[in-house]
């Protein structure tokens, strides 16, 4: 499979991505309603669980938890699982690298641009390019975002917020997935 060149591999991807795309599409409206809203109601319930987790444990901006529960929830637990992973490891190296560029070069714009490139660079570079725009959005948190204190303490109370709406996420969409195993039977279990 290596020596498949880079661009068919790419075609490829883009052709699997506008079948899926497609079948999305042709799906009736009443099941797009309900998809939505069963995905409506799984963003809600994560987001206000992740914001009122951060409020009671007085974080500085608990609306970043709601946001993470948001982007990571998806339609299955397991789509849930895998982008809540590749949230934690993005925050993480995104994390990393905006205290090294902040630390080498402190409000420059030149330096957080190339310190976002670098972040996703790294990403797919360890093969996990999923990662590389959710460390991207980390090192803009962290080098752009207007805080007060140490940049190295605004990156671990961001990857703390961050984590209570992942958990929030995880959590709702786990309970989702039983309550519509209960309901609907199996067939849940044998799409994933």
């Not at 661009?7 to 599409?25: A, K, M, N, S, T």
Request: charged share 10%; hydrophobic share 45%.
């Amino acid at each position: 499979m290596s020596d498949q060149p880079i661009l068919e591999r790419r075609r490829e991807l883009g052709q699997f991505h506008r079948r899926l795309q497609d079948v999305y599409q042709r799906l009736p409206w009443s099941h797009r309603l309900v998809n939505g809203l069963s995905m409506a109601l799984q963003a809600l319930a994560g987001a206000s669980l992740g914001y009122g987790l951060g409020l009671l444990l007085h974080t500085q901006q608990a609306f970043w938890g709601a946001l993470t529960a948001i982007a990571v929830t998806q339609q299955t637990y397991l789509d849930t699982r895998k982008s809540s992973r590749d949230q934690v490891i993005g925050a993480a190296i995104g994390g990393v690298i905006a205290m090294i560029g902040s630390y080498l070069a402190q409000d420059n714009y030149l330096a957080y641009a190339l310190t976002m490139a670098a972040a996703i660079v790294l990403c797919w570079c360890f093969n996990i390019g999923n990662a590389g725009k959710l460390s991207a959005t980390t090192v803009t948190i962290v080098m752009l975002v207007p805080h007060t204190g140490a940049f190295w303490t605004i990156a671990l109370t961001r990857l703390g917020e961050v984590t209570l709406g992942i958990a929030s996420a995880l959590l709702v969409t786990g309970l989702a997935h039983k309550l519509e195993t209960h309901w609907f039977g199996d067939s849940q279990d044998a799409a994933n």
